[in-house]
């Protein structure tokens, strides 16, 4: 009689160490893909680390014969160096802002969609949980931007990161080489991360170049330093090249209000598809990013304007319920059942979003109209709080 109960007390001892043996190789596995992920931050980092000792070791303590030569570059550089490293180093270990909890479906809400195949029903849960919320953009198919993962509705400009696996706010792109992910929290600091990292190899090719051609040309002797001199200049005109089609891209990113994800599929709004939706001009692109205090736009230290959840369009679009409860606004909407994309951009002097926060009521947005020469009620500023 003990041997048939013996059985199952067999069976489920094994089915035990069989659970804990792969979460053991689960847990091995993620703890290579981690080690992974640091390679290539370690890889800058021994550039860095030897870049330092070639520069100020062996180009200026021990080949530079000029003591003033010496003092200035040996200064200059440790400028550059510093800046290069603390903005490296706040682009890696700040960490990325997710959506707050206003996003996140209640447990009711989850439990309906989880029940509810997708369809208008699945719209509607989604519709009504984010009535109340500033969210503008959809997907191509014109439904709420919604994430399986993370089970929330995503904010203008997130995006779920898959490396990551989590929805970041504002996201721009996975970075390998800093082991993060960029977006609204650390975009400002992956910019001068750029910015000074440039500006540190041109110095350190700038002022090698003189060094580097004698030692080509044997005007000077061969010694330990000649090793280094030489293939510092070549390592630092290579990163400068690179480092120089990155940064210029960034920078025209901004200057549009783009993110990297955008530039390659552009927002969709509520009445269409529009690349610059975001784009409020040059000039308060810039401070979105780097904030009003111009003393801080050079220190890797966060001024970014703004909470990373809503954004500011310049966008005049057409309300659609508000067009159905106006017999003019449907006049109008039957004469322009054809035009799918926002009806005027504001201009740069137009949009106050980033000056006056509080300007956006219907008082204003009434003023606004009749600077825009329009007297259609159903044209409407979208109102992002």
Known sequence: MATPAAAPASSSSSRGSGIRSSTRRGGVRRRCQWLLYWVPVLFICSILCWSYYAYVVQLCLLTMTNVGEKVMCLIAYHLFFTMFVWSYWKTIFTLPMHPSKEFHLTYADKELLEREPRGETHQEVLKRAAKDLPIYT???????????????????????????????????????????????????????????????????AATDLHYFIKFWTNGLSDTQAKFHIMFLFFAAAMFSISLFSLFGYHCWLVSKNKSTLEAFRAPIFRHGTDKNGFSLGFSKNLRQVFGDEKKYWFLPVFSSLGDGCSFPTCLVTQDLEQASTSPSALTSSNKNENHHFPAKPLRDSQSHLLTDPHSWTETNASIE???????????TMENET
């Not at 721009?172 to 992956?190: E, L, R, T």
């Open 138 to 204: 959809r997907t191509m198919s014109g439904a709420i931007r919604y994430c399986d993962r993370c089970q929330l509705i995503k904010p203008d400009r997130c995006h779920h990161c898959s490396a990551c696996d989590k929805c970041i706010l504002k996201m721009d792109h996975h970075c390998p080489w800093v082991n993060n992910c960029v977006g609204f929290s650390n975009y400002k600091f992956f910019l001068l991360f750029l910015a000074y990292s440039l500006l540190y190899c041109l110095f350190i």
């Open 369 to 379: 109209k009749n600077k825009l020469g329009t007297s259609n009620p159903a044209l």
